[in-house]
Protein backbone atom coordinates (compact mmCIF):
# COMPACT_ATOMS: atom_id res chain seq x y z
CA UNK A 1 0.00 0.00 0.00
CA UNK A 2 1.40 2.89 -1.36
CA UNK A 3 1.90 5.87 1.28
CA UNK A 4 -0.01 8.61 -1.32
CA UNK A 5 -3.15 6.90 -0.02
CA UNK A 6 -2.33 8.25 3.41
CA UNK A 7 -3.90 12.18 3.45
CA UNK A 8 -3.71 14.48 5.75
CA UNK A 9 -6.26 15.22 8.60
CA UNK A 10 -8.76 18.15 8.11
CA UNK A 11 -7.19 19.57 11.19
CA UNK A 12 -3.94 20.00 10.18
CA UNK A 13 -1.67 22.03 12.74
CA UNK A 14 -3.95 21.64 15.40
CA UNK A 15 -2.18 20.93 18.81
CA UNK A 16 -1.10 17.02 19.20
CA UNK A 17 -3.78 14.50 21.24
CA UNK A 18 -2.97 13.98 24.17
CA UNK A 19 -2.33 10.24 24.99
CA UNK A 20 -4.47 9.65 28.65
CA UNK A 21 -7.04 11.90 27.33
CA UNK A 22 -7.92 10.03 23.99
CA UNK A 23 -7.81 6.39 25.36
CA UNK A 24 -10.56 7.27 28.32
CA UNK A 25 -12.50 9.15 26.37
CA UNK A 26 -12.53 6.17 23.21
CA UNK A 27 -12.63 3.45 25.87
CA UNK A 28 -15.64 5.23 27.78
CA UNK A 29 -17.21 5.48 24.15
CA UNK A 30 -16.69 1.87 23.29
CA UNK A 31 -18.26 1.39 27.01
CA UNK A 32 -21.55 2.81 26.29
CA UNK A 33 -22.38 1.76 22.93
CA UNK A 34 -21.66 -2.00 23.94
CA UNK A 35 -24.08 -1.01 27.22
CA UNK A 36 -26.74 -1.09 24.23
CA UNK A 37 -26.32 -4.73 24.31
CA UNK A 38 -27.58 -5.61 27.65
CA UNK A 39 -29.90 -2.15 27.66
CA UNK A 40 -33.63 -3.87 26.92
CA UNK A 41 -32.44 -7.39 28.55
CA UNK A 42 -34.56 -6.61 32.07
CA UNK A 43 -37.74 -5.74 30.11
CA UNK A 44 -37.96 -8.27 27.87
CA UNK A 45 -40.34 -10.26 29.41
CA UNK A 46 -42.33 -7.44 30.07
CA UNK A 47 -42.05 -6.07 25.96
CA UNK A 48 -45.14 -7.96 24.52
CA UNK A 49 -47.44 -6.13 26.92
CA UNK A 50 -44.95 -2.79 27.21
CA UNK A 51 -45.43 -2.50 23.48
CA UNK A 52 -48.84 -4.26 23.01
CA UNK A 53 -47.73 -6.82 20.69
CA UNK A 54 -47.00 -10.63 20.39
CA UNK A 55 -43.59 -12.41 22.00
CA UNK A 56 -42.61 -13.29 18.50
CA UNK A 57 -42.76 -10.16 17.05
CA UNK A 58 -41.67 -8.07 20.35
CA UNK A 59 -38.22 -10.09 20.21
CA UNK A 60 -37.69 -7.82 16.88
CA UNK A 61 -36.27 -5.53 19.50
CA UNK A 62 -33.64 -7.53 19.94
CA UNK A 63 -32.60 -9.33 16.88
CA UNK A 64 -33.28 -6.24 14.99
CA UNK A 65 -29.84 -4.21 16.95
CA UNK A 66 -28.17 -7.24 16.05
CA UNK A 67 -28.79 -7.62 12.25
CA UNK A 68 -27.87 -4.23 12.59
CA UNK A 69 -24.74 -4.11 14.00
CA UNK A 70 -23.68 -7.10 11.58
CA UNK A 71 -24.04 -5.01 8.90
CA UNK A 72 -22.96 -1.53 10.11
CA UNK A 73 -19.76 -2.81 11.66
CA UNK A 74 -17.84 -4.00 8.69
CA UNK A 75 -19.67 -0.47 6.40
CA UNK A 76 -17.97 2.05 9.07
CA UNK A 77 -14.91 0.71 9.45
CA UNK A 78 -14.19 0.93 5.78
CA UNK A 79 -16.09 4.40 5.80
CA UNK A 80 -13.76 5.49 8.23
CA UNK A 81 -10.54 4.06 6.37
CA UNK A 82 -11.92 6.14 3.21
CA UNK A 83 -12.79 9.30 4.59
CA UNK A 84 -12.10 9.99 8.19
CA UNK A 85 -12.07 7.68 11.58
CA UNK A 86 -12.73 10.11 13.83
CA UNK A 87 -15.72 11.31 11.71
CA UNK A 88 -17.41 7.86 11.44
CA UNK A 89 -17.18 7.61 15.24
CA UNK A 90 -18.97 9.97 15.59
CA UNK A 91 -21.67 9.81 13.12
CA UNK A 92 -22.30 6.32 15.24
CA UNK A 93 -22.19 7.96 18.62
CA UNK A 94 -24.92 10.10 16.83
CA UNK A 95 -27.07 7.15 15.52
CA UNK A 96 -27.02 6.09 19.08
CA UNK A 97 -28.08 8.76 20.85
CA UNK A 98 -30.92 9.19 17.84
CA UNK A 99 -31.77 5.14 18.47
CA UNK A 100 -32.12 5.82 21.98
CA UNK A 101 -34.14 8.80 21.91
CA UNK A 102 -36.83 7.45 19.41
CA UNK A 103 -36.99 4.40 21.64
CA UNK A 104 -37.23 6.60 24.51
CA UNK A 105 -40.60 8.04 22.77
CA UNK A 106 -42.02 4.85 21.50
CA UNK A 107 -45.03 2.80 23.24
CA UNK A 108 -45.63 0.71 20.34
CA UNK A 109 -43.67 -1.62 18.53
CA UNK A 110 -42.50 -0.71 14.79
CA UNK A 111 -41.01 3.08 16.67
CA UNK A 112 -39.03 0.41 18.82
CA UNK A 113 -37.56 -1.53 16.31
CA UNK A 114 -36.72 1.63 14.44
CA UNK A 115 -34.89 2.71 17.77
CA UNK A 116 -33.04 -0.31 17.83
CA UNK A 117 -31.75 -0.62 14.95
CA UNK A 118 -30.07 2.88 15.17
CA UNK A 119 -28.75 1.88 17.80
CA UNK A 120 -27.45 -0.76 16.22
CA UNK A 121 -25.46 1.02 13.82
CA UNK A 122 -23.93 2.52 16.71
CA UNK A 123 -21.43 -0.81 16.68
CA UNK A 124 -18.58 -0.33 14.58
CA UNK A 125 -16.98 2.33 17.47
CA UNK A 126 -15.52 0.04 18.90
CA UNK A 127 -13.14 -1.24 16.16
CA UNK A 128 -12.67 2.66 14.63
CA UNK A 129 -11.59 3.45 18.81
CA UNK A 130 -8.95 0.88 18.10
CA UNK A 131 -8.07 2.37 14.47
CA UNK A 132 -7.80 5.85 15.75
CA UNK A 133 -5.52 4.82 18.78
CA UNK A 134 -3.09 2.88 16.48
CA UNK A 135 -2.53 6.27 14.08
CA UNK A 136 -2.19 8.73 16.95
CA UNK A 137 -1.06 6.63 20.09
CA UNK A 138 2.95 6.69 20.62
CA UNK A 139 4.10 2.69 20.06
CA UNK A 140 5.00 2.46 24.21
CA UNK A 141 0.52 3.28 24.78
CA UNK A 142 -0.52 1.19 21.87
CA UNK A 143 -0.52 -2.33 23.57
CA UNK A 144 -2.40 -1.22 26.76
CA UNK A 145 -4.30 0.89 25.19
CA UNK A 146 -6.33 -1.20 21.90
CA UNK A 147 -6.55 -3.87 24.78
CA UNK A 148 -8.22 -1.65 26.93
CA UNK A 149 -10.38 -0.75 23.85
CA UNK A 150 -11.44 -4.43 23.18
CA UNK A 151 -12.30 -5.34 26.51
CA UNK A 152 -14.81 -2.53 26.50
CA UNK A 153 -17.27 -4.33 24.16
CA UNK A 154 -17.39 -7.27 27.74
CA UNK A 155 -16.76 -4.28 29.98
CA UNK A 156 -20.37 -2.30 29.11
CA UNK A 157 -22.18 -5.72 28.71
CA UNK A 158 -21.24 -6.59 32.07
CA UNK A 159 -21.66 -3.52 33.71
CA UNK A 160 -25.35 -2.95 31.91
CA UNK A 161 -27.17 -5.88 32.92
CA UNK A 162 -27.32 -4.58 37.08
CA UNK A 163 -27.64 -0.62 35.57
CA UNK A 164 -30.45 -1.64 33.83
CA UNK A 165 -32.17 -3.70 36.17
CA UNK A 166 -31.88 -1.03 38.85
CA UNK A 167 -33.64 1.84 36.59
CA UNK A 168 -36.13 -0.97 35.18
CA UNK A 169 -37.08 -1.93 39.01
CA UNK A 170 -37.60 1.50 40.14
CA UNK A 171 -38.36 3.99 37.33
CA UNK A 172 -40.36 3.71 33.89
CA UNK A 173 -38.70 1.93 31.47
CA UNK A 174 -38.52 4.56 28.96
CA UNK A 175 -35.77 5.82 31.28
CA UNK A 176 -33.74 3.16 30.25
CA UNK A 177 -33.24 5.07 26.95
CA UNK A 178 -33.43 8.31 27.66
CA UNK A 179 -30.37 7.16 30.17
CA UNK A 180 -28.81 5.74 27.11
CA UNK A 181 -29.53 9.05 25.03
CA UNK A 182 -27.65 11.11 27.65
CA UNK A 183 -24.55 9.12 28.10
CA UNK A 184 -24.38 9.05 24.40
CA UNK A 185 -24.52 12.91 24.17
CA UNK A 186 -21.40 12.84 26.72
CA UNK A 187 -19.53 10.38 24.53
CA UNK A 188 -20.04 12.35 21.36
CA UNK A 189 -19.16 15.65 23.43
CA UNK A 190 -15.84 14.03 24.99
CA UNK A 191 -14.96 13.03 21.58
CA UNK A 192 -15.24 15.98 19.41
CA UNK A 193 -12.94 18.11 22.60
CA UNK A 194 -10.34 15.22 22.38
CA UNK A 195 -10.21 13.03 20.09
CA UNK A 196 -7.90 13.98 16.79
CA UNK A 197 -9.09 12.89 13.42
CA UNK A 198 -6.80 10.76 12.10
CA UNK A 199 -4.59 10.77 9.13
CA UNK A 200 -4.50 8.27 7.25
CA UNK A 201 -7.30 7.73 4.77
CA UNK A 202 -7.03 5.12 1.75
CA UNK A 203 -9.76 7.60 -0.56
CA UNK A 204 -11.03 5.89 -3.66
CA UNK A 205 -14.70 4.78 -3.86
CA UNK A 206 -17.26 3.26 -1.42
CA UNK A 207 -17.92 -0.38 -2.75
CA UNK A 208 -21.78 -0.09 -2.62
CA UNK A 209 -22.94 -3.14 -4.38
CA UNK A 210 -20.06 -5.08 -2.28
CA UNK A 211 -22.15 -3.12 0.74
CA UNK A 212 -25.49 -4.42 -0.34
CA UNK A 213 -24.01 -7.97 -1.17
CA UNK A 214 -22.88 -8.14 2.30
CA UNK A 215 -25.66 -6.73 3.95
CA UNK A 216 -28.19 -9.13 2.31
CA UNK A 217 -25.79 -12.63 2.96
CA UNK A 218 -25.31 -11.52 6.93
CA UNK A 219 -28.86 -10.57 7.32
CA UNK A 220 -29.94 -13.98 5.91
CA UNK A 221 -27.38 -16.02 7.52
CA UNK A 222 -28.00 -14.13 11.18
CA UNK A 223 -31.50 -13.88 10.67
CA UNK A 224 -31.62 -18.31 10.43
CA UNK A 225 -29.55 -18.56 13.47
CA UNK A 226 -30.99 -16.10 15.36
CA UNK A 227 -34.46 -17.38 14.79
CA UNK A 228 -34.47 -20.94 13.53
CA UNK A 229 -35.39 -22.39 17.26
CA UNK A 230 -38.55 -20.07 17.12
CA UNK A 231 -39.43 -20.83 13.33
CA UNK A 232 -38.06 -24.31 13.64
CA UNK A 233 -35.01 -25.15 12.24
CA UNK A 234 -36.43 -27.66 9.75
CA UNK A 235 -38.79 -24.74 8.48
CA UNK A 236 -38.99 -23.39 4.94
CA UNK A 237 -38.33 -20.16 6.18
CA UNK A 238 -34.70 -21.10 7.85
CA UNK A 239 -33.76 -23.62 5.37
CA UNK A 240 -35.00 -20.87 3.05
CA UNK A 241 -32.13 -18.18 4.59
CA UNK A 242 -29.42 -20.68 5.25
CA UNK A 243 -29.70 -21.80 1.48
CA UNK A 244 -29.76 -17.65 0.67
CA UNK A 245 -26.62 -17.03 2.76
CA UNK A 246 -24.76 -20.25 1.28
CA UNK A 247 -25.28 -18.39 -2.47
CA UNK A 248 -24.74 -14.96 -1.40
CA UNK A 249 -21.66 -14.76 0.58
CA UNK A 250 -19.82 -16.78 -2.17
CA UNK A 251 -21.25 -14.79 -4.79
CA UNK A 252 -20.47 -11.52 -2.95
CA UNK A 253 -16.54 -12.83 -2.25
CA UNK A 254 -16.41 -13.37 -5.96
CA UNK A 255 -17.51 -10.01 -6.57
CA UNK A 256 -14.92 -8.54 -4.17
CA UNK A 257 -12.22 -10.30 -5.72
CA UNK A 258 -12.87 -8.63 -9.03
CA UNK A 259 -13.23 -4.98 -8.10
CA UNK A 260 -10.46 -3.10 -7.61
CA UNK A 261 -12.05 -0.89 -4.66
CA UNK A 262 -13.54 -3.69 -2.73
CA UNK A 263 -15.27 -3.11 0.80
CA UNK A 264 -13.65 -5.89 2.08
CA UNK A 265 -10.15 -6.80 1.07
CA UNK A 266 -10.22 -10.48 0.85
CA UNK A 267 -6.79 -11.35 0.08
CA UNK A 268 -5.65 -9.22 2.70
CA UNK A 269 -8.07 -10.97 5.01
CA UNK A 270 -7.00 -14.43 3.68
CA UNK A 271 -3.67 -13.70 4.90
CA UNK A 272 -2.53 -16.56 7.68
CA UNK A 273 -2.53 -14.50 10.15
CA UNK A 274 -5.76 -12.87 10.14
CA UNK A 275 -7.54 -15.61 8.62
CA UNK A 276 -6.34 -17.59 11.69
CA UNK A 277 -7.19 -14.87 13.99
CA UNK A 278 -10.50 -14.08 13.14
CA UNK A 279 -11.67 -17.91 12.75
CA UNK A 280 -10.28 -17.90 16.74
CA UNK A 281 -12.39 -14.84 17.55
CA UNK A 282 -15.66 -17.13 16.00
CA UNK A 283 -15.04 -19.29 18.97
CA UNK A 284 -14.31 -16.56 21.69
CA UNK A 285 -16.87 -14.75 20.99
CA UNK A 286 -19.34 -18.08 20.75
CA UNK A 287 -17.60 -18.77 24.52
CA UNK A 288 -17.93 -15.39 25.69
CA UNK A 289 -21.86 -15.67 25.32
CA UNK A 290 -22.43 -19.17 26.62
CA UNK A 291 -21.74 -17.74 30.09
CA UNK A 292 -23.91 -14.48 29.22
CA UNK A 293 -26.69 -16.99 28.72
CA UNK A 294 -25.59 -19.67 31.60
CA UNK A 295 -25.00 -17.66 34.87
CA UNK A 296 -28.32 -15.20 34.68
CA UNK A 297 -30.92 -18.25 34.19
CA UNK A 298 -29.31 -20.70 36.94
CA UNK A 299 -29.41 -17.61 39.50
CA UNK A 300 -33.43 -16.40 39.20
CA UNK A 301 -34.58 -20.12 38.58
CA UNK A 302 -36.87 -21.03 41.24
CA UNK A 303 -35.29 -22.92 43.90
CA UNK A 304 -38.03 -25.40 44.42
CA UNK A 305 -35.54 -26.76 40.96
CA UNK A 306 -32.71 -27.81 43.43
CA UNK A 307 -30.41 -25.72 41.49
CA UNK A 308 -31.84 -22.30 40.83
CA UNK A 309 -31.23 -19.56 43.15
CA UNK A 310 -34.21 -17.88 43.23
CA UNK A 311 -32.28 -14.32 42.65
CA UNK A 312 -33.88 -11.34 41.15
CA UNK A 313 -32.38 -10.12 37.85
CA UNK A 314 -30.87 -7.14 39.55
CA UNK A 315 -29.26 -10.19 41.93
CA UNK A 316 -27.72 -11.24 38.54
CA UNK A 317 -27.07 -8.43 36.92
CA UNK A 318 -24.69 -7.76 40.04
CA UNK A 319 -22.95 -11.30 40.11
CA UNK A 320 -22.49 -10.51 36.37
CA UNK A 321 -20.71 -7.32 36.68
CA UNK A 322 -17.23 -8.08 38.48
CA UNK A 323 -16.55 -10.04 34.90
CA UNK A 324 -16.72 -6.67 33.38
CA UNK A 325 -14.05 -5.42 35.98
CA UNK A 326 -11.81 -7.86 35.78
CA UNK A 327 -11.83 -8.00 32.09
CA UNK A 328 -10.59 -4.19 32.61
CA UNK A 329 -8.04 -4.92 35.03
CA UNK A 330 -6.44 -7.57 32.94
CA UNK A 331 -5.74 -4.97 29.84
CA UNK A 332 -2.69 -3.79 30.52
CA UNK A 333 -1.45 -7.80 31.88
CA UNK A 334 -2.63 -8.87 28.41
CA UNK A 335 -0.71 -5.80 26.95
CA UNK A 336 1.96 -7.00 28.98
CA UNK A 337 2.15 -10.56 28.09
CA UNK A 338 1.70 -9.76 24.65
CA UNK A 339 5.18 -7.32 24.59
CA UNK A 340 7.35 -9.97 26.16
CA UNK A 341 6.22 -13.18 24.29
CA UNK A 342 3.99 -11.57 21.62
CA UNK A 343 -0.14 -11.58 21.49
CA UNK A 344 -0.54 -14.99 19.89
CA UNK A 345 0.37 -16.06 22.97
CA UNK A 346 -2.14 -14.15 25.02
CA UNK A 347 -4.61 -15.20 22.77
CA UNK A 348 -3.65 -18.75 24.03
CA UNK A 349 -3.46 -18.09 27.98
CA UNK A 350 -6.69 -16.34 27.48
CA UNK A 351 -8.45 -19.60 25.93
CA UNK A 352 -7.38 -21.56 28.39
CA UNK A 353 -8.47 -19.47 31.17
CA UNK A 354 -11.96 -19.52 29.34
CA UNK A 355 -11.57 -23.32 29.59
CA UNK A 356 -10.82 -23.32 33.12
CA UNK A 357 -14.01 -20.76 34.23
CA UNK A 358 -16.49 -23.65 32.69
CA UNK A 359 -14.86 -26.11 33.81
CA UNK A 360 -15.38 -24.76 37.26
CA UNK A 361 -18.85 -24.20 36.21
CA UNK A 362 -19.18 -27.79 36.27
CA UNK A 363 -18.53 -28.53 39.22
CA UNK A 364 -19.60 -25.28 41.47
CA UNK A 365 -23.10 -23.71 40.50
CA UNK A 366 -24.70 -24.27 44.05
CA UNK A 367 -24.01 -20.94 45.46
CA UNK A 368 -23.93 -17.40 44.47
CA UNK A 369 -20.36 -16.90 45.06
CA UNK A 370 -19.22 -19.89 42.96
CA UNK A 371 -21.27 -18.41 39.88
CA UNK A 372 -19.63 -14.49 40.81
CA UNK A 373 -16.22 -16.86 40.89
CA UNK A 374 -17.22 -18.61 37.47
CA UNK A 375 -17.88 -14.97 35.77
CA UNK A 376 -14.56 -13.49 36.90
CA UNK A 377 -12.34 -16.46 35.92
CA UNK A 378 -14.08 -16.48 32.17
CA UNK A 379 -14.27 -12.66 32.32
CA UNK A 380 -10.09 -12.96 33.20
CA UNK A 381 -9.61 -15.10 29.80
CA UNK A 382 -11.75 -12.93 27.78
CA UNK A 383 -9.76 -9.64 28.76
CA UNK A 384 -6.18 -11.78 27.95
CA UNK A 385 -8.05 -12.87 24.02
CA UNK A 386 -10.30 -9.24 23.17
CA UNK A 387 -6.40 -7.34 24.26
CA UNK A 388 -4.67 -9.61 21.79
CA UNK A 389 -6.97 -10.00 18.65
CA UNK A 390 -6.17 -6.23 17.58
CA UNK A 391 -3.02 -6.64 17.91
CA UNK A 392 -2.48 -9.48 15.93
CA UNK A 393 -4.94 -7.73 12.94
CA UNK A 394 -3.22 -4.77 12.99
CA UNK A 395 0.24 -6.78 12.97
CA UNK A 396 -0.88 -8.06 9.58
CA UNK A 397 -2.85 -5.33 7.52
CA UNK A 398 -1.31 -2.04 6.18
CA UNK A 399 -2.40 1.31 8.55
CA UNK A 400 -4.66 2.52 5.82
CA UNK A 401 -6.71 -0.60 6.24
CA UNK A 402 -6.82 -0.81 10.19
CA UNK A 403 -10.71 0.34 10.83
CA UNK A 404 -12.02 -2.40 8.42
CA UNK A 405 -9.49 -5.60 9.08
CA UNK A 406 -10.71 -4.47 13.12
CA UNK A 407 -14.48 -4.10 12.04
CA UNK A 408 -14.45 -7.54 10.12
CA UNK A 409 -12.82 -8.92 13.35
CA UNK A 410 -15.32 -7.79 15.08
CA UNK A 411 -17.95 -9.03 12.95
CA UNK A 412 -16.27 -12.36 13.68
CA UNK A 413 -16.95 -12.23 17.41
CA UNK A 414 -20.55 -11.44 16.45
CA UNK A 415 -21.31 -14.20 14.63
CA UNK A 416 -20.08 -16.55 17.29
CA UNK A 417 -22.26 -15.04 20.15
CA UNK A 418 -25.29 -15.06 17.59
CA UNK A 419 -23.80 -18.95 17.23
CA UNK A 420 -23.90 -19.82 20.81
CA UNK A 421 -26.95 -17.96 21.17
CA UNK A 422 -28.91 -20.63 18.82
CA UNK A 423 -27.34 -23.60 20.04
CA UNK A 424 -27.74 -22.91 23.63
CA UNK A 425 -31.41 -22.15 22.89
CA UNK A 426 -31.55 -25.26 21.11
CA UNK A 427 -29.64 -27.60 24.60
CA UNK A 428 -31.83 -25.99 26.94
CA UNK A 429 -35.00 -26.09 25.33
CA UNK A 430 -34.63 -29.74 24.78
CA UNK A 431 -33.03 -30.99 28.15
CA UNK A 432 -35.63 -29.95 30.61
CA UNK A 433 -37.31 -30.49 33.52
CA UNK A 434 -41.16 -29.81 34.70
CA UNK A 435 -42.25 -27.33 37.50
CA UNK A 436 -45.79 -26.45 37.64
CA UNK A 437 -46.75 -27.05 34.71
CA UNK A 438 -43.43 -25.55 33.09
CA UNK A 439 -40.78 -27.01 31.55
CA UNK A 440 -37.93 -25.51 32.57
CA UNK A 441 -33.81 -25.88 31.57
CA UNK A 442 -32.71 -29.11 33.42
CA UNK A 443 -29.06 -28.88 35.60
CA UNK A 444 -27.22 -31.15 32.84
CA UNK A 445 -28.63 -28.79 30.47
CA UNK A 446 -26.79 -26.24 32.05
CA UNK A 447 -23.62 -27.89 32.47
CA UNK A 448 -24.40 -29.12 28.91
CA UNK A 449 -23.93 -25.54 27.78
CA UNK A 450 -20.74 -24.88 29.70
CA UNK A 451 -19.03 -28.09 28.44
CA UNK A 452 -19.72 -26.67 25.12
CA UNK A 453 -18.48 -23.24 26.00
CA UNK A 454 -15.26 -24.90 27.28
CA UNK A 455 -15.28 -26.67 24.12
CA UNK A 456 -15.38 -23.51 22.36
CA UNK A 457 -12.56 -22.01 24.10
CA UNK A 458 -10.10 -24.89 23.65
CA UNK A 459 -11.09 -25.07 20.03
CA UNK A 460 -9.99 -21.12 20.02
CA UNK A 461 -6.94 -22.29 21.79
CA UNK A 462 -6.04 -24.97 19.18
CA UNK A 463 -6.54 -22.27 16.55
CA UNK A 464 -4.21 -19.64 17.90
CA UNK A 465 -1.68 -22.63 17.58
CA UNK A 466 -1.87 -22.19 13.76
CA UNK A 467 -0.62 -18.23 13.96
CA UNK A 468 2.62 -16.87 12.90
CA UNK A 469 5.35 -16.70 15.04
CA UNK A 470 5.31 -13.14 17.01
CA UNK A 471 7.60 -10.94 17.47
CA UNK A 472 7.98 -10.08 21.06
CA UNK A 473 7.45 -6.28 20.86
CA UNK A 474 3.51 -5.53 20.23
CA UNK A 475 4.41 -2.32 19.47
CA UNK A 476 6.71 -3.47 16.67
CA UNK A 477 4.10 -5.71 15.67
CA UNK A 478 1.35 -3.18 15.58
CA UNK A 479 3.53 -0.29 14.21
CA UNK A 480 1.93 1.16 10.45
CA UNK A 481 5.30 -0.07 9.14
CA UNK A 482 5.11 -3.89 9.82
CA UNK A 483 1.47 -3.77 8.05
CA UNK A 484 2.89 -2.37 5.03
CA UNK A 485 6.15 -4.87 5.12
CA UNK A 486 3.30 -7.68 5.50
CA UNK A 487 1.57 -6.38 1.81
CA UNK A 488 4.74 -6.71 0.56
CA UNK A 489 5.68 -10.27 0.92
Known amino acids: MSDALAAPADAGGAAPPR ?4 VAVLAFAGIVVSLMQTLVIPIVPELPRLLDAPASDAAWAVTATLLA ?7 VGRLGDMFGKRRMLMISVVMLVAGSVVCALSDTLIPMI ?17 SIMRDELPAERLAGSTALMSASLGVGGALGLPTAALIADHFDWHVLFWASAAMGLI ?27 MAAGLVCLLLAVSKGGDWGWGSGTTLGLFTAALVVLPAWGVF ?32 MFAMSLVLP ?19 AGLVMAPSGLVMMATAPLSAAVSRAKGPKV ?63 NTLMRSIGTSTASALAGVVLSQMTISLGGYALPSENGFRTVMAIGAGAALLAFAIATLIPRQRTSVEAAAAPTTGEAAVAK
Not at 19 to 22: H, L, S
Not at 297 to 315: E, F, I, K, W
Open 19 to 22: PNAV
Open 69 to 75: AAVATPV
Open 114 to 130: VGRVLQGLASGVIPLGI
Open 187 to 213: ALALVVAFVPESRVRTGGRFDGIGALG
Open 256 to 287: ELRTTQPLVDLRTTARRQVLVTNLASVAIGFS
Open 297 to 315: QLLQLPVQTGYGLGRSMLV
Open 346 to 408: TLMIGAVIVACGYGLGLVLMSQVWQLTLISCVIGAGIGFTYGSMPALIMAAVPASETAAANSL
